[in-house]
């Protein structure tokens, strides 16, 4: 039997994300942290601030993946609908967590309003354990294998970096590239036989157009870098011999 595999769904919150307005640069960061934890992610979603898809896409995707990390919706203001949200996939009730009411209300407030805004982001599902946020605002919040943080990037970023130590990894993802300047079709069939006689490392080949040359950017991963070698060797003397040069 192969080492254990651990994945990871990642959901992405927010009508502004989906809008355009917004980029997105959380997926992006999760996905290189949890690969080198080794855990590879399986699948990302985008998704609006609708109480009904949140918990449909949670409770879809919790049940298949090892972890769920969501980013977005946490905040102060009335379309922060996350916590309230995962409370109810999970069937429990949204209650105010006395450490994160405890830390905002050391913090001084314009006014009662103020204060009654800020103290949303103290709602966590009833049973729900916190992810340390390092910035000093608000903590994120994890129940069961679902781990909750915020959108914005560098809090996403803090938050992330105090789960390396608690999510659980097997063998990390390595990789190998080259580049050549000629189209994918030209290589195509060869490129299928050796994917076919190593099924266990991933082969991709992505295009790209540079100053007017069509090319190709060849991935080869996998955690057996006995095999991984053997991959890449196996695709720089493909390419050689179809006229190419492997850079």
Same mark, same amino acid.
């Given at each position: 039997m192969g080492e254990r595999i651990f994945t990871a769904a990642v959901i992405v919150i927010g009508n502004e994300i989906l809008s355009g307005r917004t980029q997105?640069?959380?997926?992006?960061?999760?996905?290189?942290?949890?690969?080198?934890w080794g855990i590879r992610v399986g699948e990302a979603r985008m998704i609006p601030d609708i109480e009904s898809t949140i918990?449909?896409?949670v409770n879809e995707v919790r049940v298949r993946y090892d972890y769920v990390l969501t980013t977005g919706g946490i905040g102060p203001t009335h379309d922060d609908i996350t916590a309230a949200s995962i409370a109810k996939a999970f069937g429990v009730e949204l209650i105010e967590h006395p450490q994160i009411a405890e830390f905002l209300r050391t913090r001084r407030a314009a006014s009662p309003d103020v204060m009654a805004a800020r103290l949303r982001m103290a709602r966590v599902p009833r049973g729900a354990g916190l992810i340390d946020n390092s910035t000093g605002g608000?903590?994120?919040?994890?129940?069961?294998?679902?781990?909750?943080?915020? *959108?914005?990037?560098?809090? %996403?970023?803090?938050m992330l970096a105090s789960l390396e130590h608690q999510l659980q990894g097997g063998a =990390?993802? !390595?990789?190998?590239?080259?580049t050549i300047y000629t189209g994918e079709s030209t290589i195509a069939r060869q490129l299928e036989a050796i994917q076919?006689?190593?099924?266990?490392?991933?082969? *991709?080949?992505?295009?790209? %157009?540079k100053e007017d040359r069509a090319g190709?950017?060849?991935?080869?991963?996998?955690?057996? =870098?006995? !095999?991984?070698?053997?991959?890449?060797?196996?695709?720089?003397?493909?390419?050689i011999q179809a006229g190419h040069t492997p850079m």
């Open positions: 997105d640069t959380n997926l992006r960061d999760i996905a290189i942290a949890l690969g080198s918990v449909a896409v608000p903590p994120g919040f994890c129940i069961e294998n679902v781990y909750v943080m915020a *959108g914005i990037p560098v809090v %996403m970023r803090a =990390v993802m !390595q990789s190998r590239s080259m076919l006689a190593y099924p266990e490392i991933e082969i *991709g080949s992505y295009p790209f %157009m190709t950017t060849l991935v080869m991963r996998g955690t057996d =870098v006995v !095999q991984l070698d053997a991959v890449e060797r196996q695709v720089r003397d493909m390419v």
